[in-house]
């Protein structure tokens, strides 16, 4: 069984910064891919960014140049560094790891005020 444990929402003001983290643990032989979705109200669950096992990263491009993904210093954690922060950003964002399957996160609540 895999667990996905997410970190560092909150409300910040507009042009502030957040930074999200992501730990998987559990039975795990290869993480294929981690990433970064949201969804906010009334919107379906998009995109944000993602990093595969080999370094490659993908981006949204509503958050282009403003989200840095990375990964962790620990084993199977994925950090997103979200700057220049807009109310438009106001979401649930959830982790995402591709191993076997994908497994997700239950979600950590970003605001942004403007």
């Known amino acids: 069984q895999v667990q996905l444990v997410e970190s560092g929402g909150g409300l910040v003001q507009a042009g502030g910064s957040l930074r999200l983290s992501c730990a998987a643990s559990?039975?795990?032989?290869?993480?294929?891919?981690m990433g970064w979705y949201r969804q906010a109200p009334g919107k379906q669950r998009e995109l944000v960014a993602e990093?595969?096992?080999?370094?490659?990263?993908n981006y949204a491009d509503s958050v282009k140049g403003r989200f840095t993904i990375s990964r962790g210093n620990a084993k199977n954690t994925v950090l997103l560094r979200m700057n220049s922060l807009k109310p438009d950003d106001t979401a649930v964002y959830y982790c995402?790891?591709?191993?076997?399957?994908?497994?997700w996160g239950q979600g950590t609540q970003v605001t942004v005020s403007s």
């Open positions: 995402r790891a591709t191993i076997q399957r994908d497994y």
């Open positions: 990093i595969t096992s080999g370094g490659s990263t």
């Open positions: 559990g039975t795990i032989f290869r993480v294929n891919a």
